[in-house]
């Protein structure tokens, strides 16, 4: 079981990467599914690791829980070895497959578990904590995709671990399964425990991350509170009827504007999103000077933050034969 950390272990980051790079080699040349990245994350934080499929999440996840070894740069997770940390049962990881025998029942599954460990949780704890002591008498195999991951995760919690480390854990489960899971992660990250997941849903690290790494072809191109990124990313927007006599030379003086970083059309003939820095500025160009009408200022979304900073780039490959 966990115990209170130390003053020492408080003042510890839970987890530093620097300078982080992982190569995989292709039949094109060597890959960095990981390309340089720092990360630094605090006891008690919740983060999200968001980014399109490729970004490098999995890659990350993986060397942080010491299955693969970075080519370069250096992890400390509780301020020792990766693989120390998960030894020791102080980090739990819910993946997205695998690791559940079919033919066992989902308490003798738990319960086997928890024999590998020394002091570990009491199994219909757990279980009744993931949200799965009602389904103990049936087996692996009868379990639906989101009941696996309930089990999966019950597997987690077995020696209270001080990092929790989720990768897609909602992937494949319908709505209601998934706001039941987030449901119980509320309740353990109401317990000081760290968390980390990788996502593809928006909502999900809107929702329940305290703070939101992007990520996008192997770097990170955003840290920081959900309000932040929006902000940095997308700013805010405005949505106008524009004249159409002239729309032309309007179209280009307003792309010109030094607060103006897009011009879009917006459904109707006429009608255009512009995505600017500084919504007040650009409101009063378009009315006085444009003679804009039926105009609408939005702050960014999520949605535009992700596309914006997690947009395809040309990807310089690393010389071939790299260490792996």
């Not at 839970?14 to 605090?42: N, Q, R, W």
């Not at 917006?266 to 009063?284: E, K, L, Q």
Request: aromatic fraction near 4%; hydrophobic fraction near 40%; proline fraction near 4%.
């Amino acid at each position: 079981m966990s115990t209170q950390p130390s003053r020492a272990e408080v003042r510890t980051p839970m987890i530093h990467l620097s300078e982080v790079c992982k190569t995989f080699s292709t039949p094109d040349g060597a890959l960095a599914a990981v390309d340089g990245i720092d990360l630094t994350v605090s006891r008690g934080e919740v983060l999200a690791l968001l980014g399109p499929n490729g970004a490098g999440k999995t890659t990350t996840i993986d060397m942080i829980l010491g299955l693969t070894q970075p080519t370069s740069g250096t992890i400390e997770v509780l301020g020792g070895s990766a693989r120390s940390a998960v030894l020791a049962g102080r980090v739990s990881a819910v993946l997205q497959t695998g690791g559940l025998l079919a033919d066992l029942r989902t308490r003798e599954t738990v319960r086997l578990i928890a024999s590998t460990f020394e002091s570990p949780c009491d199994v219909d704890e757990v279980m009744e904590r993931a949200g799965i002591l009602h389904l103990a008498d049936r087996r692996v195999s009868k379990l639906s995709g989101g009941e696996q991951q309930r089990l999966r995760f019950a597997l987690a919690l077995i020696p209270e671990p001080d990092l929790l480390i989720l990768d897609e854990p909602t992937a494949g489960m319908d709505v209601g399964a998934r706001r039941e899971f987030w449901s119980t992660m509320h309740c353990e990250a109401a317990r000081g425990r760290t968390v980390i997941f990788a996502t593809h849903y928006l909502e999900e690290a809107e929702e329940f991350a305290d703070r939101i790494v992007m990520m996008s072809e192997g770097r990170v191109v955003a840290d920081g509170p959900t309000s932040e990124i929006r902000a940095e990313a997308s700013g805010r927007s405005v949505s106008v009827e524009l004249p159409l006599a002239r729309l032309d030379d309007t179209l280009t003086r307003l792309r010109s504007h030094p607060a103006v970083t897009s011009v879009e059309p917006a459904g109707s003939v006429g009608r255009y999103r512009i995505r600017t820095t500084d919504s007040d500025s650009v409101a009063r160009a378009v009315l006085t000077e444009f003679g804009g009408t039926d105009l609408e200022v939005t702050a960014g979304s999520l949605d535009d933050a992700f596309l914006t900073l997690t947009h395809s780039r040309t990807r310089t490959p690393v010389l071939e034969g790299a260490a792996r």
